[in-house]
C-alpha cells in the first residue's frame, strides 16, 4: 500500500519559472513533512519541512503549502535554477506512526532548462 | 555541523565475501538508521538504533547484520549477499525519536555492487 503519492515523476522548467510537486497521504497519524533535495550519487539533503499546525512555510526559493484536510501538500521552487535540477523526495513521518519512519514518495525528476 | 560519514563511497564485493559498511555522526543524535536505495527510487528503510539499541527491523534478510558499537557510530555487515543487493546504502541520523523533533540528516551514502 503506497503511503505517499508524488506527483510528476519528471518535471521540466525554464530558468527562471515555478516548478511545483506535488504529494497526497493518508495516515492522519502523520505530523511531520519534510522534502529532500538529491543530486546524482548524493544522499538526500532535507530542503525543508512543515508540521500541520501551519499551511505555508518559506524557506528563500522553496515553499511548502499544506492542506490539512486534503492530506495534501506540495513543494514550490521559485526562480527555479539549474542547480535546481535534482531529484525531490516527499516524505511523511510521525512519532505516532512508528517512531520517526520516514517515508518517502516515488521522487520527482525535475531539470531546469537555462 | 549536520554531517553524517559513511566509508567505504564504493565497495564492490563477490556474493561469498565479508565487508561492513560505516557510518558516523557527532551531532549527538541518539537515532540513526539505514536505507537501501535502487537507482530512480525513494530510500526505503532498512533498520532504525535507538540508544544503541534495534528499534525497527524492516523484516531485512539476514545477510544484512547491523551494529552500534557506540552513539556515533553504525556499522552494516554484509554477507552472502546477491546480485539484487546492488544499491546505494544511506545512513541517516537524528534527534531522539518521540521528541516531535524529527529531522533526518542523511550521509553520502555507500554505492555496493554485487559480483
Redesign the interface.
Known sequence: QQQVKQSPQSLIVQKGGISIINCAYENTAFD?F?W?QQFP??????LI?IRPDVSEKKEGRFTISFNKSAKQFSLHIMDSQPGDSATY?CAV???KA??????????TRVLVKP | DTE?T?TPKHLVMGMTNKKSLKCEQHMGHR?MYWYKQKA????E?MF?Y?YEKL??NESVPSRFSPECPNSSLLNLHLHALQPEDSALY?C?S?QV????N????????T?LTVT
Do not use: D, W
Request: charged share 10%.
Open positions: 511531520y519534510p529532500y550519487g548524493k544522499g538526500p539533503a532535507l519541512a523526495f513521518s510521525g512519532f512508528a517512531g520517526n519512519k520516514l517515508t518517502f514518495g516515488g521522487g | 553524517v559513511q537515532a530512480k527510487k525513494p530510500p528503510l532504525v535507538s528499534s525497527i544511506l541517516a537524528s525519536i518521540g521528541t516531535g524529527a529531522e533526518q540528516y542523511f550521509g553520502p551514502g554505492r
